[in-house]
Structures are given as C-alpha cells and as structure tokens.
C-alpha cells in the first residue's frame, strides 16, 4: 500500500516533474556554488568564457540575455574576485573584451567538481547505464538553448 501511495504522489505529468527536480538540483547547484563565492549567473557567465574564448562585452551580454548595465554589474563582481580580465580591443578602443583569467580558470575547475558531487547525489538512485541514458533523453529536448554553456 505504500508503494502505491509514493506513486500517487509522482506528478502525472513529466513537465511538472522536470520541474520539481530542476528546483532541487538549482538549490543544491547555488548550495554548492556558495563556498566558492558564486551564483549561477556568476557561472553561466564564466562557463560561456570558457568555452568561447575572449569575447566582446557587448557579445557577452547579448548571448547571456543580459542589458548592457546588468552585464556592467556581473563583470564588476567576476573582475573583483579576479576570475575575468577586461581589456580594449587594438583595432577598436571602444570595444571591451572579456576573457576568463587564469583564477577563473581554477575556479571554474573546483565548480566542475562540486557540480559533479552534486549530480552523484541526485542521480544515486540510478544505474550507470540509466544515467547515460537520462543524459540522452533530456539532450534530445527541443529547449531552444542550443548553446549548452548558457544553461
């Protein structure tokens, strides 16, 4: 009787579940983010650094959704914590590119690995065959978000 319960109280739509489960992973992502001195939107921006290379600000900011004063405000916080580097274009002094610094590059390392303690967590119910086979369904979801280091 209690399985039956427990299944009752699955949401019948695999929407509603996704979603409750993307909450728990967002909370324990900024739990493990934290210590570290980061937020997601810390990470989203050094993620996207790390695999673009040097980018211009005003390129940064419309990949990550972002207005030019709200972008201004992320870069400030990731420049004091040394973790980017700004500097001017040569060709053009007007144009600010951003390029993830040599402790940006440590940090993002010591992320990796508290992101991956927290995956374990999540995902210890399932076999390693389920996992890789979860991580293929949910690749498969049409999200728009074609750009994985944006997520």
């Not at 427990?6 to 695999?14: F, H, R």
């Not at 790390?50 to 900011?61: I, K, V, Y």
């Not at 400030?76 to 590059?105: H, M, Y």
């Not at 999540?122 to 944006?150: Q, S, T």
Request: charge should be negative.
């Amino acid at each position: 009787m209690s399985e039956q319960l427990e299944t009752t109280l699955i949401p019948a739509q695999a929407t509603v579940l996704i979603a409750r489960v993307a909450r728990v992973i967002r909370q324990r992502f900024e739990q493990a983010l934290a210590p570290l001195g980061l937020r997601q939107r810390h990470l989203v921006a050094l993620s996207y650094l790390r695999q673009h290379g040097p980018t211009a600000q005003a390129m940064l900011a419309e990949r990550l959704c972002m207005d030019a004063s709200s972008t201004v405000c992320l870069l400030n916080e990731l420049e004091e914590g040394q973790l980017v580097e700004r500097r001017r274009e040569r060709r053009d002094r007007r144009r600010g590119i951003i390029e993830l610094s040599g402790e940006g590059e440590r940090i993002l390392t010591e992320v990796d690995r508290a992101l991956t303690t927290v995956e374990d967590e999540i995902l210890a119910g399932l076999e390693p065959g389920e996992r890789c086979e979860l991580h293929g369904l949910l690749a498969r979801l049409d999200v728009a978000e074609k750009d994985w280091a944006l997520a």
